[in-house]
């Protein structure tokens, strides 16, 4: 059973920076590419950046291009969301997404199967 722990969120001032992480389980991690998304009140879920299994491959939302920074480390079955710069309108709960091949690769609308319940960022003015 595939398993996508996030956590790293929390309450952040305008400029601030914050580390998510996603702790996977009960895949091949090595052989998985993930991506990071975010939902914010009362609108749709939105890409926010993506990494190859491979590790070498990344892209990212022009929202968040620049600021953030998606990693991954194989050894510990994680993924990471480094975020700075952090702005009001980056609040949202933001939620890990994995898939063996994510169809609408490098597209703003990449689609994964596997999904973590999410964890909060909220970002004051």
């Known amino acids: 059973q595939v398993r996508l722990v996030e956590s790293g969120g929390g309450l952040v001032q305008a400029g601030g920076s914050l580390r998510l992480s996603c702790a996977a389980s009960?895949?091949?991690?090595?052989?998985?590419?993930f991506g990071w998304f975010r939902q914010a009140p009362g609108k749709e879920r939105e890409f926010v950046a993506a990494?190859?299994?491979?590790?070498?491959?990344?892209y990212y939302a022009d929202s968040v291009k620049g600021r953030f920074t998606i990693s991954r480390d194989n050894a510990k079955n994680t993924v990471y969301l480094q975020m700075n710069s952090l702005k009001p309108e980056d609040t949202a709960v933001y939620h890990c997404?994995?898939?063996?091949?994510?169809?609408?690769?490098?597209?703003?609308?990449?689609?994964?199967?596997?999904w973590g319940q999410g964890t909060q960022v909220t970002v004051s003015s």
């Open positions: 997404a994995s898939d063996f091949a994510p169809t609408g690769w490098g597209t703003p609308a990449p689609r994964f199967e596997y």
């Open positions: 009960g895949l091949n991690f090595r052989t998985y590419a």
């Open positions: 990494i190859h299994w491979s590790g070498g491959r990344t």
